[in-house]
Nanobody
């Protein structure tokens, strides 16, 4: 059973930046494509960014394009999400998982953006 541990969240003002990290208990190349997901209060969890196994291709939901950057370090079994120009609507718990996601979710990391 893979364990995913997200970190790096926090409380920031609008326009600020955060860098999230996701560490896996197994080699992430065996997971394959990975993604960052988020769940805001009262809403369903959604994919916000994805990255292929090699890191050569990325995907972003329209709401974060140009502001978020997903990357991965396969040697460190870690996936990152650089978030710039944060907006209050980015407030959510952020999770990483495979893409498509497995049934095993970590605890997530809370991101709160104040206006």
């Amino acid at each position: 059973q893979v364990q995913l541990v997200e970190s790096g969240g926090g409380f920031v003002q609008a326009g600020g930046s955060l860098r999230l990290s996701c560490s896996a208990s197994i080699r992430i190349v065996t997971i394959g494509a990975m993604g960052w997901y988020r769940q805001a209060p009262g809403k369903e969890r959604e994919l916000v960014a994805g990255i292929t196994t090699s890191g050569g291709n990325t995907y972003y939901v329209d709401a974060v394009k140009g502001r978020f950057t997903i990357s991965r370090d396969n040697a460190k079994n870690t996936v990152y999400l650089q978030m710039n120009s944060l907006k209050p609507e980015d407030t959510a718990v952020y999770y990483c998982n495979g893409r498509p996601p497995s049934g095993y979710w970590g605890q997530g990391t809370q991101v709160t953006v104040s206006s």
